[in-house]
Nanobody, 115 residues
Framework: QVMLVESGGGWVQAGGSLRLSCAAS????????MGWYRQAPGKQRELVAI???????NYADSVKGRFTVSRDNDKNMVYLQMNSLKPEDTAVYFC?????????WGQGIQVTVSL
């Protein structure tokens, strides 16, 4: 069973930065599509950023130019660098690993951005 563990969340003032990390328990980062999702209170979970096994990246329009997703295949790690954070970025952030038919999720980590 693959486990994903997020770290690096917390509280930050608007305009600040955080870097989320996702550690995978198995050597999957290089062959899975790795994504970051978030869910704010009362809202549906949404895709924030994704990096495919081929290195292609895609971002939600709301975070383009502010967030950067990257991975370290040797360390089985995926990162989300979040800059210029806004209060509307406040949510629980989840790491996801997908390669059909497998789909794995981390437990999530809270990010809170205050004015």
């Amino acid at each position: 069973q693959v486990m994903l563990v997020e770290s690096g969340g917390g509280w930050v003032q608007a305009g600040g930065s955080l870097r989320l990390s996702c550690a995978a328990s198995h050597n999957i980062v290089r062959v899975y599509n790795m994504g970051w999702y978030r869910q704010a209170p009362g809202k549906q979970r949404e895709l924030v950023a994704i990096i495919t096994s081929g290195g292609y990246t895609n971002y939600a329009d709301s975070v383009k130019g502010r967030f950067t997703v990257s991975r370290d295949n040797d360390k089985n790690m995926v990162y989300l660098q979040m800059n210029s954070l806004k209060p509307e970025d406040t949510a629980v952030y989840f790491c996801n690993a997908n390669r059909r038919p497998n789909d794995y999720w981390g437990q999530g980590i809270q990010v809170t951005v205050s004015l």
